[in-house]
T-cell receptor, first 110, second 114 residues
């Protein structure tokens, strides 16, 4: 599975959009981009995933560049409860396990 | 509905002892995963079950670690001769086999080996 690169940490203001970048320049055509987050003392939580089209659900939006080498997770109106570590993971459709990197530690400030 | 549950939530044991950690997946989920997470690190894959069989156990660190899922539902992670380095949060996750990789994680069991 392709390796991903994320900034180790970022702050954002409550009520503003949070844009979380992920670089996956070695992604191949059959690999999906998945995002999970982990709030302190909880297990990871699935957020969203995509292949090449942009995706949106009740939690977030996922924007994947046309060349698929990077993506951005957007939390449209960050709340204090969105403070968590966010993981970007690239995995083949036929793969059986997620490999977590270091993620981005996001702190939402009032 | 009920999510993934794990018991106990906390386990403290002494070096050299045997421990069992239990995972109850979401009903109907055929895939079950075990991960281990050390402080400040991302979760580390241990083993994956599809039904009753271990489809991938490549993450088990050594032969002291073993996991079973005899009826394709509840799973038990067993650690023999525990060492202080085994201290971590052990996470279990389940998924429908045909839902891609949207895993649903439990709250974890915090294992402390003294």
């Amino acid at each position: 599975d392709a390796k991903t690169t994320q900034p180790p940490s970022m702050d954002c203001a409550e009520g503003r959009a949070a844009n979380l970048p992920c670089n996956h320049s070695t992604i191949s055509g059959n690999e999906y981009v998945y995002w999970y987050r982990q709030i302190h003392s909880q297990g990871p939580q699935y957020i969203i995933h995509g292949l090449k089209n942009n995706e949106t659900n009740e939690m977030a939006s996922l924007i994947i560049t046309e060349d698929r080498k990077s993506s951005t997770l957007i939390l449209p109106h960050a709340t204090l409860r969105d403070t968590a570590v966010y993981y970007c993971i690239v995995i083949k459709a036929a793969g059986n396990k997620l490999t977590f990197g270091g993620g981005t530690r996001v702190l939402v400030k009032p | 509905g009920a999510g993934v549950s794990q018991t106990p939530s906390n386990k403290v044991t002494e070096k050299g002892k045997y421990v069992e950690l239990r995972c109850d997946p979401i009903s109907g989920h055929t895939a079950l995963y075990w991960y281990r997470q050390s402080l400040g690190q991302g979760p580390e894959f241990l083993i994956y079950f599809q039904g009753t069989g271990a489809a991938d156990d490549s993450g088990l660190p050594n032969d002291r670690f073993f996991a079973v899922r005899p009826e394709g539902s509840v799973s038990t992670l067993k650690i023999q001769r525990t060492e202080r380095g085994d201290s971590a949060v052990y996470l279990c996750a389940s998924s429908l086999s045909n839902s891609g990789r949207a895993l649903f994680f439990g709250p974890g069991t915090r294992l402390t080996v003294l």
